[in-house]
């Protein structure tokens, strides 16, 4: 039995919706970000970083969204939620989900999370001034010249997919008009018509 | 014959190593940041982020570091450089790339990047000042809680190490003291001492 910790309107709901894509055998633990339950001693003792999402498998705890899902696409390869059997394939699924994180992600963290690269109030208001720009330019990349359709990797429904859904649910928040983005506007309906997207968002209530 | 485009001083140093160390036939192309060739119109053509690094293979062109990182230990599994047949270790090691990507590289990008994320003067001078602090938090988390010994996973040499090495290099400009992490610094050393990384470190001229 899995079990994620999560907090509502994060990245974690990727892993969530990729464990129910799976048909995996799953529970799920809610942290409360207002409460500031990730830096509890109990939290930090499942994750030093104090972050979600973090998977308790039985041999032990991953963290990180895109390890999380190429985890759940290998652990469960009859769900066919990445290309297993090709390096090239899967990489390709890999550097769509590591610009996810490692820019994407990131862009938006700015709007609120400012105090974790700079200590002004002057700066934090900077960031967060630019954040409909930086996350413009990351979607108009992504609809330009990486999104293929009916799914990010085209025929294939894969992790991307659900991580793709996961960041394009903050849009609105980061002041970004997703209908800008006809191909990702379409993924994101799409998404949000699939079985297992309705149970992750009943599950995390 | 796989092609990587470089820049110096660059994380595309992890992807170079690990070619190195897989016995790849590569050859690399260096491009100038600072003629601001990331952003011509020849290179756009090969990567549209205007980033490196890049590998060019026969079935089309990757980037992201940590999608290299393992499509290199794929391509090539004689060389062992992560653990592919068991889904729970390869996860740790993605784990382990992913936090270097997404965490430990934009903390340091904050010190010369600021105009990714902010618009003035004064916000660059605050995140870089910063920068210390947020990199010392980096690197005292991964000697405390995720750095084993001899290597990054223990026993076996993986992808995690060249990509930790290749970060390691930017501590000092970084105004943060490798001696403070007794393990990093040995495994800094450890790293240089490697064939392949003076290997590297030598096309890269």
């Known amino acids: ?26 529970t799920v633990e809610r ?8 830096n509890s001693a109990d939290y930090l003792a499942v994750n030093p970083k104090g972050r979600v999402p973090a998977l308790v498998t039985e041999r032990g705890i991953l963290t990180e969204t895109p390890a999380i899902l190429a985890f759940v ?6 769900a066919k939620l990445a290309p297993l059997d090709d390096a090239f394939a899967f990489a390709q699924v890999q550097a769509f989900n590591s610009y996810l994180c490692s820019t994407v992600h990131v862009a938006h963290a ?9 200590s002004e109030e002057s700066s934090f208001a900077d960031m967060k001034r630019k954040v409909p720009q930086t996350i413009g330019a990351c979607f108009a990349m992504i609809e330009d010249k990486m999104l293929r359709e009916p799914w ?5 429904y894969t992790i991307c997919d659900p991580y793709l859904y996961t960041i394009a649910t903050w849009l609105e928040g980061d002041g970004v008009e997703i209908a800008k983005y006809p191909k990702l506007a379409d993924h994101y309906h799409r998404m949000a018509e699939r079985a ?10």
Chains 1, 2 share one sequence.
């Open 110 to 118: 700015h709007r609120v999370r400012g105090s974790r690269w700079a």
């Open 31 to 38: 942290i409360d970000f207002k409460a500031n339950q990730q």
């Open 152 to 156: 990010v990797m085209g025929e294939q």
């Open 196 to 205: 297992a997207v309705k149970k992750a968002l009943v599950e995390q209530g």
């Open 73 to 78: 696409a290998q652990s469960f390869p009859k």
């Open 1 to 26: 039995m899995l079990r994620l910790y999560f907090a509502r309107g994060t990245c974690a709901l990727a892993s969530h919706i990729a464990l129910a894509e799976a048909g995996a055998d799953y």
